[in-house]
């Protein structure tokens, strides 16, 4: 087994594993909030959408890591970078449009105070 073909199973386990995390945590926020409409009467949509977003996010984050591996390691030419670059963008624009869903704010404001 060569060099590449060792970091592209590395890659494709480390997407595998973005995709399992975003699988997973959909179906435990899902239980937690059906848990939460059966025990309280109503759940709480916000923070399903929160709980929700930081699992795409996490899942986002996790499969921009293997295509980085795959794209420097595995296929390194000009038009596998362009299309890594492009990836990157498309995600870092999903994780700013969470991020400002999650928060209410931009990641360089500061945070609005929550009344308790």
């Not at 060792?6 to 945590?25: L, Y």
């Not at 109503?42 to 923070?47: F, H, L, V």
Request: glycine fraction near 8%.
């Amino acid at each position: 087994m060569d060099f590449e073909a060792v970091f592209a199973d590395v890659a494709r386990v480390i997407e595998g594993t973005g995709v399992v995390i975003m699988a997973i945590g959909l179906a435990v926020v899902l239980i937690r909030y059906v848990y939460d409409v059966l025990r309280k009467g109503a759940g709480s949509y916000q923070q399903l959408r929160v709980s929700l977003g930081r699992v795409i996010l996490l899942g986002l984050e996790i499969l921009i890591v293997g295509d980085i591996i795959r794209t420097i390691i595995v296929q390194a030419s000009v038009e596998s970078v362009l299309v890594l670059g492009l990836i990157v963008v498309i995600r870092t624009v999903l994780s700013f449009a969470l991020e400002v869903e999650i928060s209410g704010a931009w990641p360089w404001q500061k945070r609005p105070v929550k009344a308790d």
